[in-house]
């Protein structure tokens, strides 16, 4: 029996030993049953949720979904957030990701530098949370979402708030490589095959620098998601977008550039913008394609102003794409060389 004993208490202590050695967020590579009771509560199923209460238990389910284990360890596994986070570090990139079910609990975390989660994958949810962020595209993140860099095959984003501004830098495009970048930028994610639904964005998209070295090859800039072929679904924008196009392609839209948009709305002005001093800027607006709501839109709302450059024609400039439904409370302008707008006729 005592021999027993000291054995258990001898695996204590090692767990202890490797937790505070390694770090929390290595403690899952020992084992199944020691790895969570080490860093959270619960045992997550539905009725008992692991429960997470500060940024250190986060920034380790951050480095799990990034792993090769995350599907052992989050795959069907219940989460729930039980205070408001602050997270200093965004989740690595990867071609894992997070495939559970998190409830935010009407919580809010504060992002520090880039996306909560850089996946949602497989049949993950993440639902009941609000992000707050000020965060910048530069070369080394230029995809910039705050919730998930991407969403993809059945994983769902729901009833989440995003809050903040999105800042994108021109002057700084270049990746490691010296080559140009494709950016994303969105308040949620980028969309491939998942779907976001019941979800709010309030705040500021925009662009700081100039664009005086070259065109980025793609720009995709969406009031809740950037390109992709998934689904919204009543989610509303409550910002204002002013962007300087700066893609050899840029697609820029007030709910997504590219996804399925159903019972969404839009209030707020949707401006862009020429460089002058930018030596691709006039190209690169005049391969724009400005979206008020999104190329497929059924029974979509926008209320506000669509401000165009002097120098493009209407035919980049739409509230939707055809065979969409909405209604359309608002103007399209027209900006001069001095500053002053001019309302002009949009069918």
Not at 96 to 120: E, N, S, W
Not at 194 to 206: A, P, V
Not at 224 to 240: K, P, Q
């Amino acid at each position: 029996m005592r021999r027993h004993l000291r054995i258990n208490y001898l695996l204590i202590v090692l767990l202890a030993l490797a937790v505070a050695v390694g770090g929390s967020v290595g403690a899952y590579y020992l084992s199944d049953r020691l790895a969570f009771s080490a860093v959270w509560y619960g045992s997550g199923t539905e009725e008992d949720p692991y429960r997470l209460y500060d940024d250190s238990q986060i920034l380790n389910l951050q480095e799990l979904s990034s792993s090769p284990a995350a599907a052992q360890y989050t795959a069907g596994k219940y989460f729930v957030l039980k205070n408001n986070v602050t997270l200093s570090a965004a989740a690595k990139e990867t071609r894992y990701g997070f495939q559970g079910i998190l409830d935010g609990g009407g919580h809010t975390v504060t992002l520090g530098k880039g996306a909560m989660f850089y996946r949602l994958s497989g049949e993950a949810v993440v639902k009941n949370l609000t992000v707050k962020f000020n965060l910048t595209a530069k070369p080394s993140n230029a995809e910039v979402c705050a919730l998930a860099r991407s969403v993809t095959q059945k994983a769902t984003i729901e009833n989440c708030v995003a809050e903040g501004v999105l800042n994108i830098e021109l002057s700084t495009k270049y990746n490691q490589w010296l080559l140009p970048v494709q950016l994303y930028c969105a308040p949620f994610a980028v969309v491939n095959h998942g779907q976001i639904r019941g979800c709010t964005f309030r705040g500021q998209i925009r662009t700081e620098g100039t664009s005086l070295r070259t065109l980025c090859m793609r720009q995709y800039i969406g009031g809740i998601a950037a390109s992709g072929l998934g689904t919204i679904d009543s989610c509303e924008v409550y910002a204002d977008i002013d962007v300087i196009p700066d893609g050899y392609v840029t697609q820029i839209s007030g709910i997504s550039p590219a996804c399925t948009a159903t019972d969404c709305r839009y209030i707020g002005n949707l401006t862009c913008r020429m460089d002058p001093s930018g030596k691709y800027s006039s190209m690169a607006i005049a391969r724009s394609i400005v979206y008020g709501l999104g190329p497929s839109v059924q029974n979509g709302y926008f209320e506000g102003d669509i401000i165009q450059p002097p120098i493009v024609t209407d035919a980049g400039f739409m509230i939707a794409g055809d065979g969409s439904t909405y209604e359309f409370r608002g103007r399209f302008l027209r900006a001069s060389s001095d500053g002053t707008t001019e309302e002009i006729p949009h069918a």
